[in-house]
Structures are given as C-alpha cells and as structure tokens.
C-alpha cells in the first residue's frame, strides 16, 4: 500500500487549505485513513482520522471545527479541508492506513497512536503566516 499526500502550501491566519491522501493499490475500502503533523522540534502529532466507509469521524481538539476529513472511495482518496487555518498548524502533514476488517467501522481516541497504522506516506509541508 503506498500513499502519497498533497495539497500543502503556505496560507495566511484565517485561510483554508485541502490536502488530499492518494491510496494505491485498489481496493481501498477496508483502510482507516488518519492524518498527522509533525512541526520542527516537536513529535508527530495525531489530528484526525476516518473510518473504511467514512461513517466515523474523530479529531484531535485542537482542529475540532476547523478541519473536516472526508473520502472518496471511488477515487481512493482522503481529503482534509483545513479552515480558519493559525499559524501553529504550520506542520508538515502526513497521512497513514491502518488496515481492518469491515465489521470494524468506527474510530475513536484509540486511533490516535501512529502505531495503529500500518502504512505511511510522505508528508506535505503546511505553512500558516500570521
């Protein structure tokens, strides 16, 4: 399984920015997808993740009505809209899988560690101007 995030750049304080996660190889639907951030001196940082069929949410409180992350299943994507965007969003961005059974369609606080995941991709720099 390969991912690839995209979609960074640099915004102002207040701005949007939407990453996208591309997954390969197909199918794609039995991964949950979380995203990551990593700012300069400081450890990876779990901000959100949904589930297989994208029923379940759950996002780190600092994002919490900031972000929304969404699927495409169809396209193999994740996206995260990143709103009212400040500048300690600056981060580089990642996103990761972690494979599961279909009967397991919900995430929660436990999907916060990277170690339940099982395959990641390169980041994609975020840069918030104040």
């Known amino acids: 399984v390969q991912l690839q995030a995209s979609g960074g750049g640099l915004a102002q304080t207040g701005g949007s920015l939407r990453l996208s996660c591309a997954v390969s190889?197909?199918?794609?639907?039995?991964?949950?997808v979380g995203w990551f951030r990593q700012a300069p001196g400081k450890e990876r940082e779990f901000v959100a993740v949904?589930?297989?069929?994208?029923?379940?949410?759950y996002y780190v409180d600092s994002v919490q009505g900031r972000f929304t992350v969404s699927r495409d299943n169809a396209k193999n994507t994740v996206y995260l809209q990143m709103n009212s965007l400040k500048p300690e969003d600056t981060a580089v961005y990642y996103c990761?899988?972690?494979?599961?059974?279909?009967?397991?369609?919900?995430?929660?606080?436990?999907?916060?560690?990277?170690?339940?995941?099982?395959?990641w991709g390169p980041g994609t720099q975020v840069t918030v101007s104040s």
């Open positions: 190889p197909r199918p794609f639907g039995r991964y949950a």
């Open positions: 990761a899988a972690a494979e599961r059974d279909y009967s397991t369609d919900y995430v929660s606080f436990t999907d916060e560690s990277p170690d339940k995941y099982d395959y």
């Open positions: 949904i589930s297989w069929s994208g029923s379940s949410t």
